[in-house]
């Protein structure tokens, strides 16, 4: 892996608190590579041999059953994916495929597993970085589940536009296909809601979405902390 890559995942909750020593080891049997788009990384059933961590562009995490598919997360940089596999040393759950060209850092799965055994630091940030993982899955299901589509669109928006610097222009980072997706909708559904949304404070030019009201756009979204803020906001 390239040297000015190691500050980006060094600066990471999982491995800031880590050893040099442990952390150089674990870096010393890692590789990063280059991937286009659209290429799987792993499939459901797939044995977790590594975990993956994104340094450059999108991932995108998803299951699929009887002919059915789900997108049930994107991953954006800088960020790993997916934990719990790796340290249970199970099959994954989930599908990643990259959404763009990306670049992807690869720590063998036991070499985690035998840093963690040693090191206590290392083994109190993965119990801290998975239950952080288990409070998002919290908060999305209760997303799902409590709000209308139109209201978890609004949502959506507004946590990226938080995540652009409060911007009230952005454009979608991902294809509406992929987003109707993982917010439980059908591509015709997305499509309904956001209209319905141009009369509760935003416009669309193609791909951008321009927030013109955004106090009308979370009273419609129903704003509320323990769904819409992560652990650090409360």
């Known amino acids: 892996m390239r040297d000015e890559e190691k500050p980006a995942i060094r600066s990471l909750p999982l491995f800031h608190e880590v050893s040099t020593p442990t952390f150089e080891a674990l870096m010393a049997t890692s590789y990063s590579q280059n991937f286009p788009p659209q290429l799987d990384l792993f499939r459901q059933g797939d044995r977790a041999d590594f975990l993956h961590i994104l340094i450059e562009g999108s991932v995108e995490l998803h ?3 009887n002919g059915r598919e789900a997108v049930m997360a994107m991953v954006r940089p800088v960020s790993s994916f997916i934990l719990a596999a790796c340290i ?10 990259t959404l763009e060209r990306s670049r992807i850092l690869l720590l063998p799965a036991v070499d985690l597993r035998a840093a963690i055994r040693r090191e206590p630091e290392l083994a109190g940030a993965v119990m801290t970085e998975l239950a952080g993982s288990y409070r998002d899955m919290v908060r999305q299901a209760k997303n799902m589940k409590l709000r209308t589509a139109r209201e978890r669109l609004a949502a959506w ?12 222009s952005f454009v979608l980072p991902v294809e509406k296909r992929h987003l109707a997706s993982y917010l439980g909708m059908t591509p015709e559904s997305l499509s309904r809601a956001l209209a319905g949304l141009k009369a509760q404070g935003i416009a669309m030019d193609g791909a951008r979405v321009i927030i013109t009201d955004r106090e009308r756009l979370s009273a419609t979204a129903g704003y509320d902390p323990l769904i819409d803020s992560s652990d650090e906001g409360l």
């Open 63 to 65: 299951a699929d059953w």
């Open 88 to 97: 249970r040393d199970v099959p994954y759950l989930m599908s990643a495929r």
């Open 157 to 168: 928006l507004l946590d990226q536009a938080h995540r652009q610097g409060a911007a009230n």
